[in-house]
């Protein structure tokens, strides 16, 4: 079910489905409750993935680490994560490896999934050759 059945369903157009959702002021209360009323009876909940990109922000931190079984990086990876979702955000976390080739690969991955920042944890992602840091 998306915004368009919603909208369709309660008689209002697509940007009152949208601001209803939003929490926007700008909506009549009789139609406010029409809208939740669909949004209910359909059990209907938003797209995370569209939100985001309507928005231009997925709440969602990517973190890289060369090998989580070290007790070092482990724990500076609880507590990133920790203090994330305390700010409302949501984690994704790649072990790399040591590799260059790997490490680019999980890089790349996280950007796909159009994170909003990435970080990365300890000091094996500085390369010796500073052409391989870019």
Not at 37 to 56: H, K, M, S
Not at 90 to 119: F, N, P
């Amino acid at each position: 079910m998306t915004i368009y059945d919603i909208s369709k369903q309660a008689g209002v157009s697509i940007a009152t489905v949208s601001r209803v959702l939003n929490g926007s002021a700008n909506v009549k209360p009789k139609t406010r409750k029409k809208v939740l009323d669909v949004i209910e009876q359909c059990g209907y909940t938003p797209n995370a993935f569209a939100r985001g990109l309507g928005l231009n922000s997925m709440n969602t931190v990517g973190i890289l680490c060369a090998d989580c079984s070290d007790l070092y990086l482990a724990k500076a990876v609880y507590y990133i994560e920790k203090n994330l979702r305390g700010g409302g955000y949501h984690t994704v976390l790649g072990c790399t490896g040591y590799q260059l080739e790997d490490k680019k690969a999980s890089l790349a991955m996280l950007l796909d999934q159009r994170v909003d920042a990435v970080i990365m944890v300890g000091s094996n992602f500085i390369e010796a050759q500073s052409g391989d840091n870019e």
